[in-house]
């Protein structure tokens, strides 16, 4: 399946709408593949170290901590001027919440061995890369992280993507260590296998990410309420 012509383009109120429902589902089955690399119980990856730790630390749900971590650095990207898009909203909200909910209802018990805890991390992280693809296929906004990663390497060009990367998850896992996180064998997997499976899942459906136009809020909210695009 492809998403593109004028549903991508989101020229139309109908067109937005449409994509903010398929960003919606995207993201929902996105948190399905983080509940699995969680349950994987090998440890967490980086930014999920944090969550967890923050929940802990606190007492409160995952996704609590998830969507405060989020909007928090949706904030860092509004405040460096970032192209900010509506998708981007959802994804701080519906991502954690979907965990929350996967977690109430039991859906898949903690594993108990490594081996079948590796299998279950691979398999979560390969949901999350293709729904990363139908959610940026929505072309309205990357997530909160991936738009502050970017708006770091603007701002230290002469320090490599990979080296902004690196860094940065290892902030947020040491952080979330600190609080209690649940660092192991999983969090290497997640920081260094999620690049290449998200690769192996784009090159299967013949998707470039870079060649998405994004949507910025403003565009949006102008074709809602006028009906013609930006």
Not at 10 to 35: E, R
Not at 71 to 99: Q, R, T
Not at 196 to 221: T, Y
Request: charged share 10%; net charge positive.
């Amino acid at each position: 399946m492809k998403f593109n012509g004028r549903l991508s383009e989101n020229k139309s109120v109908k067109a937005i709408v449409v994509n903010m429902i398929i960003a919606a589902i995207s993201l929902f089955i996105n948190g399905f593949g983080v509940y699995l690399t969680i349950q994987a119980n090998i440890g967490a990856g980086p930014w999920d170290v944090l969550n967890l730790g923050i929940s802990n630390t606190l007492g409160i749900l995952y996704g609590t901590a998830s969507i405060a971590v989020s909007y928090s650095i949706l904030a860092i990207d509004i405040a460096l001027k970032e192209p900010i898009g509506i998708a981007m909203f959802i994804d701080a909200f519906v991502v954690g919440k979907a965990v929350d909910f996967f977690n109430k209802i039991n859906l898949v018990p903690k594993c108990e061995n490594a081996i079948v805890g590796i299998v279950v991390m691979l398999v979560g992280l390969t949901i999350m890369a293709y729904t990363q693809y139908t959610y940026m296929s929505a072309s309205l906004g990357c997530g909160p992280r991936d738009t502050l990663l970017v708006a770091l390497v603007k701002r230290m060009k002469k320090i490599p993507l990979g080296v902004v990367s690196i860094v940065l998850l290892s902030l947020a896992t040491l952080i979330g260590w600190l609080l209690g996180g649940p660092v192991g064998i999983g969090t290497i997997i997640c920081a260094f296998g999620t690049g290449p499976i998200m690769q192996m899942a784009f090159s299967s459906v013949k998707f470039n990410a870079a060649g998405v136009h994004h949507q910025r809020i403003d565009e949006s909210l102008k074709t809602v309420f006028t009906g013609k695009a930006a």
